[in-house]
């Protein structure tokens, strides 16, 4: 495999770390192209639970991890990460940073929490890390980058060139506290002292490393429907989370990308506002939750938990290329005796499509057709019971897609591999 995407099929929180974890195991680099530390992939390896915000999931098989230009870095968050994974006996020194990362600074996080508060009822539920700010200063030219902290004058400079419009902001807008110039700098000098090492030429890195015939993974963030251009706007995160981006993000061509891997629950889940048409009414979406112990690695929120949505996941596969699917968490199903897939959506109208809706109106008040399948009692182990077998199928048939891989539990081996 050698150029390999793994990319979100559904709103985030599929198990793509699992997955990437499982892959690196036969992969040379993993590079995180997207996002930043709203991610949460948890991995968990012979009883020990590792959870990701910042840095690729390669790094628990100790191989090089490369977080491209299109990532947006924390780096007390970052730094944070390597010294808590170097205590647990990992190798930071594998990690490679993006000069043209965007740094998120604390005012971004400031704005992201105030403009949420300000929101109210209208929010969009973010990770309050700083995200969708660190993008937009990013996109208006006015953001500061990882290469600037290669320059401590250049990097002062730039803190006080922001600060004195964002203290306006803060102050003025979110009557929220403003910052010290002072205490920023001398924080971000720290920070950039011990940030200097990481920075490369990660472009070029994963070029050649391709070149040379090396198995490079790309991992995705958030999700297809978490998408800025894709997704369900404006309850979205403020990257290009699709598989096109791996190759963007990282700065390789399009054509190097060999695989598309999607990585969907066998159910869906969606943290943070926004439609959910095949959202559990009832108990049952309480069992699924403790089931799945479906609560945020990174907030800590209760996952909003439905059925599987068959339209949503075609448009996965559409718009990601998806190749083969890695249906994960089937193993937390095995508690239903029957269990409702949406194939389709009843629109307004009264029509009804396969196709996810184009407009926001139309999506949200769709109304999930559902096709009940038989659920299974067995636990799931090394090969699937036949009522499992059932639901893989038939979510390969719908998709015209196959299956390759099955999770069956949170640790590293509760896999199947069905090709
Ligand atoms: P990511 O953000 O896509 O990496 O996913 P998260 O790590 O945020 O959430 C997935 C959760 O499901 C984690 O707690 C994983 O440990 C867990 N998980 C992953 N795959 C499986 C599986 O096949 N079965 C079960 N029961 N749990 C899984
Ligand atoms: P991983 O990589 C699930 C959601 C937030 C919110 C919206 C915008 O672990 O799958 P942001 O902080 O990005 O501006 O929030 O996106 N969100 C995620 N949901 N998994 C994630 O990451 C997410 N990252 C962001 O809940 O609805
Ligand atoms: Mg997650």
Excluded at 72 to 98: A, F, I, Q, T, W
Excluded at 263 to 283: D, L, N, S
Aim: net charge negative; glycine share 10%.
């Amino acid at each position: 495999m050698p150029a390999t995407v793994i990319v979100g099929a559904q709103w985030g929180d599929e198990g793509k770390g699992k997955i990437v974890d499982l892959l690196a195991q036969d992969s040379d680099v993993v590079c995180r192209y997207q996002g930043g530390p709203n991610a949460g992939h948890t991995i968990i390896v012979d009883g020990e639970t590792f959870k990701l915000r910042q840095v690729p999931s390669g790094i628990i098989s100790g191989k090089t991890c490369v977080i491209g230009a299109g990532c947006v870095v924390d780096p007390e968050v970052l730094l944070s990460e390597l010294d808590e994974l170097e205590k647990r006996g990992l190798d930071p020194s594998v990690v490679v940073v993006s000069g043209n990362a965007h740094l998120i600074m604390p005012w971004h996080v400031a704005i992201d929490q105030a403009s949420e508060r300000r929101l109210g009822k209208l929010q969009i539920g973010t990770t309050r890390r700083g995200i969708g700010p660190a993008y937009a200063d990013k996109a208006a030219r006015i953001g500061i980058r990882v290469q600037d902290v290669l320059d401590p004058k250049i990097l002062r400079q730039k803190i006080e060139v922001a600060l004195a419009e964002k203290n306006v902001w803060l102050e003025r807008v979110y009557e929220a506290e403003p910052f010290e110039l002072e205490d920023v700098a001398s924080r971000y000098e720290g920070y950039a002292r011990r940030l200097r090492p990481y920075v490369g030429d990660t472009s070029l890195f994963v070029d050649r490393a391709l070149r040379e015939g090396r198995d490079v993974l790309f991992e995705g963030a958030q999700a297809v429907l978490l998408d800025l251009d894709h997704g369900t706007y404006p309850f979205v995160t403020s990257s290009s989370t699709t598989a096109a981006n791996a190759a963007a993000g990282i700065g390789i061509g399009p054509n190097r990308i060999d695989y598309v891997i999607g990585v969907a629950k066998a159910y869906v889940t969606r943290v943070g506002a926004g439609p959910f048409p095949t959202e559990i009414q009832g108990a049952a979406q309480e069992r699924v939750r403790e089931l799945g112990a479906e609560y945020g690695t990174v907030t800590g929120r209760e996952r909003r938990c439905g059925w599987l949505d068959l339209v949503a996941l075609r448009y996965a596969v559409r718009v990601n290329g998806i190749t083969s699917l890695a249906l994960t968490k089937l193993d937390v199903l095995s508690a239903f005796p029957e269990l409702p897939v949406c194939v389709r959506y009843r629109l307004r109208d009264g029509s009804e499509t396969e196709d996810f809706p184009a407009h926001q109106s139309d999506f949200h008040s769709a109304e999930p057709v559902y096709e009940t399948l038989p659920g299974w009692t067995e636990p799931l182990d090394d090969r699937l019971p036949e009522g499992a077998r059932g639901y893989v199928e038939f979510v390969e048939r719908a998709l015209d897609v196959e299956v390759s891989l099955v999770g069956t539990g949170a640790e590293r081996e509760r896999v199947v591999a069905l090709r």
